[in-house]
């Protein structure tokens, strides 16, 4: 049906579709929502949005529902579960279309799902992919620039964001739960939504924390554990723990959960084949997201393999980028990462610019860029490859797609240097 509806927006004339576009949007969602019989109001649903952290803490809340006792659905950008049913997202969307998600819903509702945990991205909201997914909970984790050539400025990119809110509390929805980082600067802005319940957290909450080896903090005066590094990760389990905490869920199932989980696939995942270094998996594809996976490995020495720019969008950060990668790494290697049509070569130059200080190599094959990142580490090395994650493919020219994996290249290419 929207394969249908796609082509049908073809034809028609762009001026007369950017005054329809939000009434067309609306109605695509009111369609797919009453084909599939508003799956939402079925279910309890969690809702997760900001600039980073929406994946792995949707990962975190649904590990905690789990450990409770809750049959689940989540849906984020590593991946679709249905109950026991996964499959990873290759759809390179965080947040399909409205159809796939309300269908998603409907076969929550089917399998006897009773908590549905969801990312919602502002892209989402902009498409009002989000509507007639009615929330009993919202959680807010931090904004920071991001998609602005999409949505024409910052403003409108956080406004995108707010207007997520609106689904918390409707369709019959009571006891609603607003979940903020207190921390963020645009907290004060989620913070004016009407909900029946208002938390927001802080860093300070955590103290004291230990980031040596993985994460030890408190929470409600108890101490977590969790084999995740970084404190953006603490971040994160503060939000899912906070909203466990709110709906009842007591500190030893949270712990317990947090204890349980020793990776989230694609987020400073490690791989590990028994050498003398890290080799490490991320998708960072924010300046502030790529500070944060640095600085969880500022006491050993980084070869950076960064691309972290794709092509035709966001050009503003391939020299952020590039100089946050100066500032922490001892070498660079910048090469192919989802050009689209734009030339591969211009952005790693547009890139290389920023770079004065610190040794950089160009690689345009990414699978060698990896390859050759092994290479050169050592004892008390860590090589960080960036900006894919779990994405399931390299997006180039005219429409292609090849076929990808960085932790399975990494660990391919790892294999080939161990020997």
Same mark, same amino acid.
């Given at each position: 049906?929207?394969?249908?509806?796609?082509?049908?927006?073809?034809?028609?004339?762009?001026?007369?579709?950017?005054?329809?576009?939000? @009434?067309?949007?609306?109605?695509?969602?009111?369609?797919?929502?009453?084909?599939?019989?508003?799956?939402?109001?079925?279910?309890?649903?969690?809702?997760?949005?900001?600039?980073?952290?929406?994946?792995?803490?949707?990962?975190?809340? /649904?590990?905690?529902?789990?450990? &409770?006792?809750?049959?689940? &659905?989540?849906?984020?950008?590593?991946?679709?579960?249905?109950?026991? /049913?996964?499959?990873?997202?290759?759809?390179?969307?965080?947040?399909?279309?409205?159809?796939?998600?309300?269908?998603f819903l409907a076969d929550a509702v089917k399998a006897g799902c009773t908590h549905?945990?969801?990312?919602?991205?502002?892209?989402?909201?902009?498409?009002?992919?989000?509507?007639?997914?009615?929330?009993?909970?919202?959680?807010?984790?931090?904004?920071?620039?991001?998609?602005?050539?999409?949505?024409?400025?910052?403003?409108?990119?956080?406004?995108?964001?707010?207007?997520?809110?609106?689904?918390?509390?409707? +369709?019959?929805?009571?006891?609603?739960?607003?979940?903020?980082?207190? =921390?963020?600067?645009?907290?004060?802005?989620?913070?004016?939504?009407?909900? =029946?319940?208002?938390?927001?957290?802080? @860093?300070?909450?955590?103290?004291?924390?230990?980031?040596?080896?993985?994460?030890?903090?408190?929470?409600?005066?108890?101490?977590?554990?969790?084999?995740?590094?970084?404190?953006?990760?603490?971040?994160?389990?503060? &939000?899912?723990?906070?909203?466990?905490?709110?709906?009842?869920?007591?500190?030893?199932?949270?712990?317990?959960?947090?204890? /349980?989980?020793?990776?989230?696939?694609?987020?400073?995942?490690? @791989?590990?084949?028994?050498?003398?270094?890290?080799?490490?998996?991320?998708?960072?594809?924010?300046?502030?997201?790529?500070?944060?996976?640095?600085?969880?490995?500022?006491?050993?020495?980084?070869?950076?393999?960064?691309?972290?720019?794709? +092509?035709?969008?966001?050009?503003?950060?391939?020299?952020?980028?590039?100089?946050?990668?100066?500032?922490?790494?001892?070498?660079?290697?910048?090469?192919?990462?989802?050009?689209?049509?734009?030339?591969?070569?211009?952005?790693?130059?547009?890139?290389?610019?920023?770079?004065?200080?610190?040794?950089?190599?160009?690689?345009?094959?990414?699978?060698?860029? @990896?390859?050759?990142?092994?290479?050169?580490?050592? =004892?008390?090395?860590?090589?960080?490859?960036?900006?894919?994650?779990?994405?399931?493919?390299?997006?180039?020219?005219?429409?292609?797609?090849?076929?990808?994996?960085?932790? =399975?290249? &990494?660990?391919?290419?790892?294999?080939?240097?161990?020997?």
């Amino acid at each position: 049906m929207e394969n249908l509806l796609r082509a049908t927006e073809k034809l028609i004339p762009k001026k007369l579709y950017k005054i329809g576009q939000p @009434i067309y949007h609306y109605l695509l969602s009111l369609t797919g929502a009453i084909i599939y019989g508003f799956p939402a109001k079925k279910l309890y649903i969690v809702g997760v949005t900001g600039t980073k952290g929406k994946s792995t803490t949707t990962e975190l809340i /649904n590990a905690i529902l789990e450990e &409770a006792g809750h049959k689940t &659905a989540l849906s984020n950008t590593i991946r679709f579960k249905v109950g026991e /049913n996964s499959k990873p997202n290759k759809y390179k969307m965080s947040m399909p279309g409205r159809f796939f998600m309300q269908k998603f819903l409907a076969d929550a509702v089917k399998a006897g799902c009773t908590h549905a945990v969801v990312e919602i991205t502002s892209e989402g909201s902009k498409q009002f992919r989000h509507k007639f997914i009615y929330l009993d909970s919202f959680i807010f984790t931090n904004l920071s620039p991001e998609h602005i050539e999409s949505h024409g400025s910052y403003e409108n990119y956080r406004q995108a964001k707010l207007n997520i809110r609106e689904n918390l509390g409707q +369709g019959g929805k009571e006891n609603t739960i607003l979940i903020v980082n207190g =921390d963020d600067e645009e907290s004060e802005h989620f913070l004016k939504q009407s909900a =029946d319940k208002k938390i927001s957290f802080s @860093i300070s909450d955590a103290k004291p924390i230990d980031l040596s080896n993985g994460i030890s903090m408190r929470f409600r005066k108890n101490t977590i554990y969790s084999k995740l590094d970084g404190e953006f990760n603490a971040y994160n389990i503060l &939000a899912a723990a906070t909203f466990a905490d709110a709906i009842g869920i007591s500190v030893e199932t949270i712990r317990s959960a947090m204890e /349980n989980i020793s990776e989230i696939p694609g987020r400073v995942q490690k @791989i590990n084949l028994g050498q003398n270094f890290d080799v490490v998996v991320d998708y960072a594809h924010t300046p502030e997201s790529l500070e944060e996976l640095y600085k969880a490995f500022q006491n050993k020495k980084k070869v950076c393999v960064l691309g972290n720019t794709g +092509g035709g969008r966001d050009k503003w950060k391939r020299p952020v980028m590039a100089g946050v990668a100066e500032k922490y790494c001892d070498e660079i290697i910048l090469t192919n990462e989802d050009p689209y049509d734009e030339n591969p070569e211009t952005i790693i130059n547009e890139m290389a610019v920023a770079i004065t200080k610190k040794p950089v190599t160009k690689i345009m094959d990414r699978r060698e860029a @990896i390859n050759t990142a092994i290479k050169k580490a050592g =004892d008390n090395y860590a090589v960080l490859i960036s900006g894919k994650g779990t994405d399931p493919y390299l997006m180039e020219a005219n429409g292609k797609k090849t076929p990808w994996s960085d932790y =399975d290249i &990494a660990k391919e290419e790892l294999e080939k240097v161990l020997g």
